[in-house]
């Protein structure tokens, strides 16, 4: 029963590169959220996987922002030509089919220079 | 985009004070859960309250969902300086939808 991982917890990285953030859900959780926390924040929502249904991309910032997931596993976040403004915790939550309570991973901290 | 107002955003009080923590919107959601997240961590779900009026306890802590199902409380009795932590409040408009949250009461518990 391992909860949600997400890798690396910690990523620094320069103005201009392009970053990926993992995230691996609970096992049989169909749903996968990416949210944002910059600091003194609250969670802003980011994109949301529901099995194999088109992804709610609304949350996504700029088309920067880009994410992927295989069927019911593992996700990607990846952030193009990052700036400045993009340092914040990135987190990744899932939860069960038709489920309202979301369980989060521990965040990756991404710092742009 | 519907906003969850967190209130007081920072909170210090010394241990066995009770205090709580208040949560409103002007929209309507199908639940709101609490979350606690301490430095370094994802946030840690506590509860999720679904019934307007809906009154839940978990040991020191009670939550109430209000009427209207608009806003919600989170009361802590005789708080120790273990409940030091970020409370988040998040709404939901139903099942797998994007939760939306407040910005956080940051509560420090002073021995």
């Known amino acids: 029963g391992a909860g949600v991982s997400q890798s690396p917890s910690n990523k620094v990285t320069e103005k201009g590169k392009d970053v990926e953030l993992r995230c691996d859900p609970i096992s049989g959780h169909t749903a996968l959220y990416w949210y944002r926390q910059r600091l003194g924040q609250g969670l802003e929502f980011l994109i949301y996987?529901?099995?194999?249904?088109?992804?709610?991309k609304s949350g996504l910032p700029s088309d920067r922002f880009s994410a992927e997931r295989t069927g019911e596993s593992v996700s990607t976040l990846t952030i193009q030509r990052t700036q400045q403004e993009d340092s914040a915790v990135y987190l990744c939550a899932s939860s069960l089919y038709g489920g309202v309570e979301q369980f989060f991973g521990p965040g990756t901290r991404l710092t742009v220079l | 985009t519907q906003l969850l107002e967190q209130s007081p955003q920072f909170l210090s009080i010394q241990e066995g004070e009770n205090l709580t923590v208040y949560c409103n919107s002007s929209?309507?959601?199908?639940?709101l859960q609490w979350y606690r997240q301490e430095p370094g961590e994802g946030p840690v779900l506590l509860v999720t309250v679904v019934t307007g009026g809906e009154v839940k306890k978990l040991k020191r802590l009670t939550f109430q969902f209000g009427d209207a199902r608009k806003d919600s409380s989170l009361h802590i009795t005789a708080a120790q300086p273990g409940d030091t932590g970020l409370y988040l409040c998040?709404?939901?408009?139903?099942?797998?939808?994007?939760?939306?949250f407040g910005k956080g009461t940051r509560l420090s518990v002073i021995a």
């Open positions: 998040a709404g939901a408009r139903s099942g797998n939808t994007p939760l939306v």
């Open positions: 996987f529901q099995g194999n249904s088109a992804p709610d």
């Open positions: 929209s309507v959601f199908s639940s």
